[in-house]
């Protein structure tokens, strides 16, 4: 039979391998990128959190977080600060990143009260290369940008952008759109 001391002192030895191996599985791994999930959904954060996570940032992933940040400031109100942030963006960006940047330059416009050149932005814009969420932030750029001038352009894109959204936004867009077909006149 084996001494119960050798068993402690070969136990005694054994823990701090476990310990150091339990250490080192928890190093040297990093933290996923979630900027690229944020940009596909609604960028609920604050434009704090986006900016904090744009310094801690490098490459594509502070770009994104960057675009967001810039969202987030144009969601707030807050036109100047986005605009500034807007045009310290790179010049290489990668496809998602340059229609994210085409869109809020457009929604730039439209809180920079530009109308025309909002539009002129939109109308270079293609849909198929946007998701949900992207398509249903250009239709309301298009609505806003129509200034509630009923149109034939302000039905259209009241009435693409229906499918896009839910709840309140959803009755809200039904009530403008028939505001904008009731007072439309017979030309």
């Not at 005694?12 to 310990?19: G, K, R, T």
């Not at 790179?90 to 439209?110: F, G, I, Y």
């Not at 809180?111 to 250009?138: E, P, V």
Request: with cysteine; glycine share 6%.
């Amino acid at each position: 039979m084996v001494p119960l001391t050798f068993l402690r002192k070969k136990a005694a030895h054994s823990v701090p391998l476990l310990l150091a191996a339990l250490i080192f599985t928890g190093c040297g791994t990093q933290a996923p990128d979630q900027s690229t999930a944020h940009m596909q959904g609604s960028a609920q954060a604050d434009s704090g959190f986006y900016l904090q996570q744009m310094s801690q940032s490098t490459n594509d992933t502070r770009i994104n977080w960057q675009l967001l940040a810039i969202r987030a400031l144009l969601k707030e109100g807050k036109t100047q600060q986005a605009a500034e942030l807007f045009s310290q963006l790179p010049q290489d960006l990668n496809d998602t990143q340059r229609h994210e940047q085409t869109l809020l330059s457009a929604e730039l416009k439209v809180a920079q009260k530009d109308y025309d050149g909002a539009k002129k932005i939109l109308g270079t814009i293609d849909l198929s290369t946007l998701d949900k969420n992207q398509q249903a932030r250009f239709w309301q750029a298009g609505i806003t940008a129509e200034q509630g001038r009923p149109s034939l352009t302000l039905l259209r894109a009241l009435i693409a952008q229906d499918p896009l959204l839910a709840g309140a936004d959803k009755k809200k867009n039904i009530d403008a759109t028939w505001q904008a077909l009731a007072s439309m006149t017979q030309d």
